[in-house]
């Protein structure tokens, strides 16, 4: 089977972005990998350090091998980690990939965390992908008023200074700040600054991920594939389906677990179904 790095390769030649949906349990995991199955794409399972914790690490490793062994392409990715200690933890686990994240940090000791990182995922197996974020798209995976603040435009990622950072840090993917936010902004903002996207792919030649894809249109994504990013992550959607089926589910007064949570299970499947055409063209 292909390797992350060879479907990330797969994805820019067809135009196409792989799916990264973040789970906390094994419902989340049933809906993302049963979809993908049924279209036949590649997925990517995100885990926060709070959903790592909850779901516990090598348990969802477990689930992902399991998936792989069965002959579907399903990868997992240490989301979001803040520390340089637990993306360690996270590469020794077995992660297909990790994200180191300060971004909120100075340039400087962004580029000195994420470069460690690098070194450490280099000295134990070079299939695993590290990815880097620049520029700042707000923390919260949920329903926001506003967007959040220290988000503007001025604060979006450059093309040059993204290629300065992935030169210095040696990552083989980057999360940069074009107009996404994480969680889903009642406004409808912002939009996807898509010369943007296509100016820093350009410009740095690796792919690029869209983080905080909740709550964008179709048409934006599309055209933010073609401007390159390679890989697309969905959260919120996916707890806000999860809630409401349970919600749907605990009506009848229902108290076996594997019943309740089964509409929830379905709702997510909607969700993911959705992005996963999108994403994949199809
Ligand atoms: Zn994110």
Do not use: C
Not at 171 to 198: C, D, F, Y
Not at 224 to 232: C, S
């Amino acid at each position: 089977m292909k390797t992350l790095r060879e479907y990330l390769a797969w994805a820019k030649e067809k135009q196409v972005a792989i799916g990264h949906f973040n789970i906390s349990d094994s419902e989340g995991f049933k809906a993302v990998v049963e979809t993908a199955k049924e279209l036949g794409v590649p997925v990517i399972i995100g885990v926060s350090e709070g959903e790592r914790d909850f779901i516990g690490l090598e348990e969802v490793i477990s689930l992902v091998k399991t998936a792989r062994a069965n002959g579907l392409p399903v990868f997992i990715n240490a989301d979001h980690t803040y520390s340089v200690e637990k993306a360690k933890l996270a590469i020794d686990a077995g992660v297909d990939s990790v994200i180191i994240d300060a971004a909120d940090k100075t340039l400087e000791e962004n580029v000195k965390m994420t470069r460690e990182v690098v070194e450490y995922a280099r000295s134990k197996n070079t299939e695993i992908i590290v990815e880097g974020e620049l520029g700042f798209i707000g923390k919260s995976s949920k329903l926001l008023d506003a967007l959040p603040e220290g988000v503007s435009l001025e604060t979006q990622t450059k093309p040059e200074e993204a290629l300065e950072f992935v030169r210095a840090t040696g990552v083989a993917m980057l999360a940069p700040s074009v107009g996404n936010v994480h969680g889903i902004v009642k406004t409808g903002e912002p939009k996807l600054n898509i010369e943007r996207i296509q100016a820093i792919a350009e410009t740095v030649g690796i792919p690029l991920v869209l983080h905080g894809g909740s709550g964008n249109q179709e048409e934006e994504f599309r055209e933010a594939i073609k401007a390159g990013i390679r890989i697309i992550h969905i959260n919120t959607e996916l707890r806000v389906a999860y809630k409401e089926g349970i919600e749907e589910g605990l009506k009848s007064g229902e108290i076996a677990p594997y019943k309740f949570l089964a509409e929830g299970v379905e709702e997510m499947k909607k969700v993911v179904l959705g992005r996963l055409k999108i994403f994949n063209m199809l």
